[in-house]
C-alpha cells in the first residue's frame, strides 16, 4: 500500500501550521517550504477545511491555521479524509467485478490489515510528528558515544 501525495502534502500542510501555531500560514509559503505546486497545495487546503482539520481566512491579510490542537488531531483520520481510495484490493471497492467475491478469504484478512493500519496512525496524532528527533533534543555539550570496532 501506498499513500497518495494528497496525504503526504496534507501532512506537511498540518505540520508546517502546527510550528506556526501564533500566525496565519499562507500558501504559497507552505508551497516554498516543501516544493508543492500552489494549485495543487490549495486542493489540499481546500479539503482539510472541508473536513475541519484547518481555519481559512481569504483576502489580503489572510491565511490559514489549524483548527484544532495538534494532540486533538488523528494521523488516521487525515488519511481517511485525503485518500480518496483505500480499496487495497477490487473487491473492497464500489466496482467490484471480482468472479471470487462471496467465495474467498482474502478480503476479510486485507480489511483486517487496513483496519490494523489505521488503528496504528490513529494512535499517533499530529503532535507526535512536530516534535523534534531524539538527537535533534540532545544538548549541545552532550556528544553522542562513538561505537568503535575491536581489534581481533
Not at 490513529?122 to 507526535?128: E, I, K, M, S, V
Request: proline share 7%.
Amino acid at each position: 500500500m501506498r499513500l497518495t501525495n494528497m496525504s503526504d502534502y496534507a501532512i506537511r500542510l498540518l505540520m508546517h501550521l502546527g510550528t506556526h501555531p501564533d500566525r496565519l500560514c499562507t500558501i504559497a509559503e507552505v508551497a516554498r517550504a516543501y516544493g508543492i505546486s500552489e494549485p495543487h497545495l490549495m486542493k489540499i487546503t481546500h479539503r482539510l477545511a472541508q473536513r475541519g482539520w484547518i481555519h481559512t481566512v481569504r483576502g489580503k491579510n489572510g491565511g490559514m491555521q489549524l483548527a484544532h490542537d495538534p494532540t486533538d488531531i488523528p494521523l488516521g483520520e487525515v488519511i481517511r479524509d485525503t485518500e480518496n481510495d483505500l480499496a487495497l484490493v477490487e473487491c473492497m471497492g464500489p466496482h467490484n467485478t471480482c468472479v471470487l467475491s462471496g467465495r474467498c478469504g482474502l478480503t476479510p484478512i486485507v480489511a483486517g490489515a487496513l483496519q490494523a493500519f489505521m488503528d496504528h496512525l490513529n494512535r499517533h496524532t499530529l503532535a507526535d510528528v512536530l516534535r523534534p528527533p531524539p538527537q535533534a533534543a540532545q544538548a549541545p555539550s552532550e556528544a553522542p558515544t562513538r561505537i568503535t570496532a575491536r581489534a581481533r
